[in-house]
C-alpha cells in the first residue's frame, strides 16, 4: 500500500452503543426460543440473522436515528415477510423508534411510526394474514407509547438544558457586569486621585518654580518676606492636599466610621480655590454672590471641573486673568471658566509636551450627573474656555 493511501477505520462505539444492541439481541432470541408458533414460525437460521441484523444497526441510533429506524424497519419488514414470530422482532423496534423519537422533531418520529406500522399492515393484508394485521395494530399502540415516551424524554431534556443554559448566560452576565462595575470603580478612583493631586501639585511645582528663578536669576529682587509667604503657601497646600488625601483614601478603603465622614467638596469650597490659583500667580474672578443650592452631586462636580480648570490655567496660562461664572435655575448649573491667556515675558511651567487626563476628567465629572461639557480657545481667540451645564436630576435640595 502506498503512503499516500487513504485508511479507512470504523468509528469508536461507546459502552452504550455495544450492551444495548446486545441486549436486543439477547431479549430477542429468547422471545424466538421460548414463544410458541401461535404468532409466527420459530425463526430459523435466516430469521436469527434477521434478528442480529435488526439489533446490530441499533448501533448507530444515536449517530444516525433517522436512517436507524429506517433500516431496521426494513430488516424487519423481511422478517415479518416471512411469517416468522412477529412478537421476537418488536425489542428492536421499540429501540430504534425509542431512539428516533429522542431525537426529533415531532413531526418526522410520528410520520415515521405511523408510515412503519402501515407497512408491516400492508405486508400481512398482502398475505391475507388479517388476523396478524391486527395483532400488529394492537401492538402499535406499545409502539406509540414507546414513542411518546422518547418524545417526553426528549423534551424534558431541552427543558433542563434551557434552564441550564439560561444560569450560564445570566452567571455570564453577572461576571460581565462585576467586571464593568470594576472598571467604573477602577476610573472613578483614578478621577479622585488626580482631582486631588493634579491641583495641589501644579500649585506647588509653579510657586516653586517662581522661588527658584527668583533665588538664581534675580537674587537682588529677593524678597524676605515674599519667599517666605511663598514657602507658607506650599507647606499649607501639602497639607491640605494630605488631608484630603487621607479622606479619600478612608473613603476607598471603607475605614470611615457612619457619622464621622468629613463632608464633600462643594460650591463653597470655590474661594478656597481662588486663593490657591492667586497664589501661584493668577488672578481669579470669582462671578456669584452667594454660593446655589444645588443637589450636593450637582456641587462636587461643579468644584471639581472648576478645580481641574484653574489648575489648567495656572499650568499652560501663567500669570493670566481668570474669570469663574456660576448661573443657576430650577432645572441646572451652569459653570464657566475662561482665562485670557498666558501674560506677556511667562512661559508655560508644563513643558513636558505630553496630555494629560484634566480635560477628560472634566467631561467624565459632567457625564456623571448627566451633564456637558465644552473646552476650547476662549470667545476673543485668546485664552481657553471651558463651559459645563450640569442638570437638577434630583431636583434642588432644602426647596431651593
Not at 431479549?27 to 435488526?54: C, F, H, I, K
Not at 423481511?78 to 423519537?101: E, I, R
Not at 462643594?266 to 452667594?290: C, I, K, N, S
Not at 456637558?372 to 450640569?390: I, S
Request: proline share 5%; aromatic share 4%.
Amino acid at each position: 500500500m502506498s503512503a499516500t493511501a487513504r485508511t479507512w477505520r470504523l468509528p469508536s462505539l461507546t459502552r452504550s452503543e455495544i450492551l444495548v444492541p446486545l441486549a436486543v439481541l439477547v431479549v430477542q432470541s429468547v422471545l424466538a426460543v421460548v414463544l410458541d408458533e401461535s404468532n409466527g414460525a420459530r425463526p430459523d437460521a435466516v430469521g436469527l440473522a434477521l434478528l442480529t441484523a435488526g439489533a446490530v444497526l441499533l448501533a448507530g441510533r444515536r449517530r444516525a436515528p433517522m436512517g436507524t429506524a429506517l433500516a431496521v424497519v426494513a430488516v424487519l419488514a423481511v422478517y415479518h415477510t416471512a411469517d416468522y414470530n412477529h412478537l421476537a422482532a418488536v425489542p428492536a423496534s421499540l429501540v430504534a423508534l425509542y431512539a428516533l423519537a429522542l431525537s426529533g422533531p415531532q413531526w418526522r418520529t410520528y410520520t415515521t411510526v405511523a408510515a412503519a406500522i402501515g407497512l408491516m399492515m400492508g405486508i400481512m393484508l398482502a398475505k391475507d394474514d388479517s388476523n396478524t394485521a391486527w395483532d400488529i395494530l394492537r401492538n402499535g399502540g406499545w409502539i406509540l407509547a414507546v414513542v411518546v415516551i422518547g418524545d417526553a424524554v426528549r423534551i424534558h431534556r431541552q427543558y433542563v438544558a434551557a434552564i441550564v443554559q439560561r444560569a450560564e448566560r445570566a452567571e455570564r452576565t453577572r461576571e460581565e457586569e462585576a467586571a464593568r462595575r470594576v472598571a467604573e470603580e477602577r476610573m472613578r478612583i483614578a478621577r479622585d486621585l488626580h482631582d486631588l493631586l493634579a491641583h495641589s501639585i501644579t500649585l506647588i511645582g509653579v510657586q516653586a518654580s517662581v522661588a527658584a528663578h527668583v533665588l538664581v536669576e534675580d537674587p537682588e529682587l529677593l524678597d524676605g518676606k515674599g519667599l517666605a509667604k511663598t514657602l507658607q503657601t506650599i507647606s499649607d497646600t501639602c497639607r491640605e492636599a494630605r488631608a484630603e488625601l487621607r479622606t479619600t483614601l478612608r473613603v476607598l478603603r471603607g475605614d470611615e466610621p457612619d457619622g464621622e465622614r468629613e463632608p464633600v467638596p462643594g460650591l463653597d469650597g470655590l474661594p478656597a480655590l481662588a486663593r490657591a490659583a492667586e497664589a501661584a500667580g493668577a488672578l481669579v474672578g470669582l462671578d456669584y454672590t452667594t454660593a446655589p443650592q444645588v443637589p450636593a452631586p450637582v456641587g462636587v462636580a461643579a468644584y471639581r471641573i472648576v478645580q481641574e480648570a484653574l489648575t489648567n490655567a495656572v499650568r499652560h496660562a501663567p500669570g493670566c486673568r481668570v474669570r469663574v461664572r456660576l448661573t443657576a435655575d430650577a432645572r441646572r448649573l451652569r459653570v464657566t471658566v475662561e482665562d485670557d491667556g498666558p501674560r506677556p515675558g511667562r512661559v508655560s511651567a508644563d513643558t513636558s509636551g505630553t496630555t494629560g487626563y484634566g480635560l477628560v476628567g472634566m467631561r467624565e465629572r459632567a457625564r456623571s450627573v448627566a451633564g456637558t461639557l465644552t473646552a476650547g480657545p476662549g470667545p476673543h481667540g485668546r485664552g481657553f474656555a471651558v463651559e459645563a451645564e450640569l442638570p437638577f436630576n434630583q431636583g434642588l435640595e432644602n426647596g431651593g
